[in-house]
């Protein structure tokens, strides 16, 4: 996977934080993802498809979750429940959207989001794409995000 593609979706989950939430996120080293690395208590999950297909993954710890879905519902959130998954969804969307605007040369798509919630649970990439991850620590507490994504001319190579 190429670094200008991790690039925007870093940009867009920074300015999403800070916009959205009024929340400043310190980022810090990206790393090459191994397989079966369990993930934060709640991750929103996105498709792309175009001239680049992949998967972002965004991953909160619990705080983190209930602190952001606390803020975009504009009432308190104590426990991860219908109304937290939906905020999370909607943040990952606002980060997908964001980044895809500043891959306009890959003509991406995104999906809906899907949320996955539970404590050590696993979002697995197809075998031909290894996922770049990018941890960040907020005041609420740890987050990251796990972006893999390929050129299509790439992935037809692969088989």
Not at 102 to 111: A, F, T
Not at 127 to 137: D, E, L, R
């Amino acid at each position: 996977m190429r670094a200008d593609y991790i690039n925007p979706f870093i940009q867009s989950l920074c300015t999403t934080f800070e916009t959205m939430l009024s929340c400043e996120i310190t980022r810090g080293q990206l790393y090459l993802r191994e397989p079966n690395t369990a993930l934060h208590d709640i991750s929103g999950v996105i498709g792309l498809s175009g001239n680049a297909q992949g998967t972002v993954v965004l991953s909160l710890d619990k705080k983190v979750a209930l602190a952001a879905a606390s803020v975009l519902l504009m009432c308190e959130a104590e426990e991860i429940n219908a109304d937290v998954v939906d905020a999370v969804g909607e943040l990952t969307n606002m980060v997908a959207g964001g980044a895809k605007a500043k891959l306009e040369e890959y003509q991406l798509s995104i999906s809906l989001p899907s949320v996955v919630t539970g404590t050590g649970h696993e979002i697995r990439f197809p075998s031909n794409v290894t996922p770049i991850c990018v941890p960040f620590n907020s005041p609420w507490g740890p987050l990251k995000i796990e972006v893999g994504l390929a050129a299509v001319q790439q992935l037809a190579g692969a088989h």
